[in-house]
């Protein structure tokens, strides 16, 4: 077999050490000589590490992605010289029953050697930075609906109804109810009187909801998760003025993809930090929908097709635009939408989610390559598309409610 890189070494890393083998090949065979070594997860043995790969020639570097373990491996190492291949563990998977970190290191080093495994996508810095922020604000806003929740389920127990007859139990109106009533008062009327706007309209239902068994306890408690939803808006705020910092460098790219339907500046913001504002790193547009997690995948044996499920994807940005293929889905007047209840019609709501995912990518793999704007070809189009199927459709249609159908061309 071909050996790309002579000199080639594989690293296996655990939480408090790796094991590194140095394989360099020989002229002729049996003379390739690979060794094993073992250095701690320190930042001065990864430094000395460094040192020694460079001393030893080593031209392409191999390491698994386990955990967050590989990161201060793969930060102290890309700017050495040598090619630094990050690896999807699934790729690399040793033969059962001959596992051990020995094993596996001395794995990757042969594989990188003859050039028999692909890299993962590692961002540069910037993006990186991009990263951490727009996924800590989302674990941050999953954990301030989680108080939220957790809010409403101490107004059941102690009989207040609020979120039965207002919608939103800490909009304004809902906050200051809330307010009062962890302030002592009491009264169902008096608390009822400071809804606010078109909530007004459900006085007297307020009235009834808003009388319980509200008590002190209830009111400690309620303080709590309203102290702590606070703490999260607060954090969340601080995260976004941050992320609007960062996102300078890639603005004309963020405001390219917000020009899709159903794309806000949120989910702008996902889509730039986890696909890294550059559509050159995908070759096509099914590269970046494959590598998201929205293609279909192969699974062929004996001539047979057993499954075509979609692969594990980036889950950050497949939940940022599954929440925009939904807001299209709602949408009558354009072509997403027009394709998400065509799709949905006949094989089911998740499918067709996928779908505009898929459609959404493609959207803007080709907006990035040529820096134009989304051109909405319509909800009308797939009628533009196949007219003469559309009019036989509607006409079986009303012939089937028992209609009988004449057509006459429009003057």
């Not at 001393?55 to 010289?81: I, Q």
């Not at 080093?109 to 993962?120: C, E, K, V, Y």
């Not at 009533?181 to 909801?209: F, N, S, V």
Request: hydrophobic share 40%; net charge positive.
């Amino acid at each position: 077999m071909e050996v790309i890189h002579s000199r080639c070494a594989g690293i296996d890393i655990s939480k408090r050490d790796a094991k590194v083998c140095v394989r360099i090949a020989g002229s002729g065979p049996g003379r390739t000589v690979e060794t094993v070594t073992t250095w701690s997860s320190m930042t001065a043995q990864i430094l000395a590490l460094r040192d020694h790969l460079v001393a030893e020639g080593v031209t392409c570097v191999v390491m698994e992605a386990t955990g967050d373990y590989w990161k201060p491996f793969y930060y102290l190492l890309e700017d050495a010289g040598f090619e630094l291949m990050l690896v999807n563990a699934r790729h690399a998977r040793n033969v059962p029953g001959r596992k051990t970190d020995v094993a596996d290191a001395t794995w990757l080093a042969q594989l990188g050697a003859h050039g028999l495994i692909r890299a993962s996508f590692v961002p540069p810095e910037p993006i990186r930075q991009l990263r951490d922020l727009t996924r800590t604000r989302l674990a941050l806003t999953r954990e301030r609906t989680r108080e939220a929740q957790r809010l409403e389920k101490l107004l059941e127990d102690s009989g207040i109804k609020l979120s039965a007859v207002a919608s939103e139990v800490l909009g304004v109106s809902g906050r200051e109810m809330l307010e009062a009533l962890i302030a002592g008062k009491r009264d169902p009327q008096e608390l009822a009187q400071l809804a606010h706007g078109r909530l007004r309209q459900k006085i007297p239902a307020l009235t009834q909801a808003l009388a319980g068994r509200f008590t002190e306890h209830h009111a400690f408690l309620a303080r709590v998760h309203l102290d702590l939803i606070d703490r999260h808006t607060a954090a969340i705020d601080q995260i976004t003025e941050r992320i609007e910092t960062l996102m300078e460098p890639f603005r004309a790219f963020h405001e390219l993809i917000r020009s899709i339907p159903g794309i806000s500046t949120v989910i702008a913001d996902v889509v730039v930090a986890e696909t890294g504002a550059d559509m050159s790193r995908f070759p096509t547009a099914k590269h970046l929908a494959s590598w998201a997690g929205t293609a279909p995948g192969n699974n062929e044996s004996a001539g047979k097709v057993k499954s075509s499920r979609t692969r594990p994807g980036n889950p950050y940005l497949q939940g940022a635009l599954g929440s925009a293929a939904m807001v299209c889905a709602q949408h009558p007047d354009t072509y997403l939408g027009a394709r998400y209840r065509r799709i949905a019609a006949h094989r089911g709501p998740l499918k067709a989610n996928v779908a505009i995912q898929h459609s959404m990518l493609t959207a803007i793999w080709n907006m990035g390559t040529t820096g134009t704007l989304y051109d909405d070809p319509g909800a009308d189009f797939f009628n533009r598309l196949h007219p003469d199927r559309t009019k036989s459709r509607a006409i079986h249609q009303l012939e089937a409610m028992g209609y009988q159908v004449t057509l006459a061309t429009a003057s």
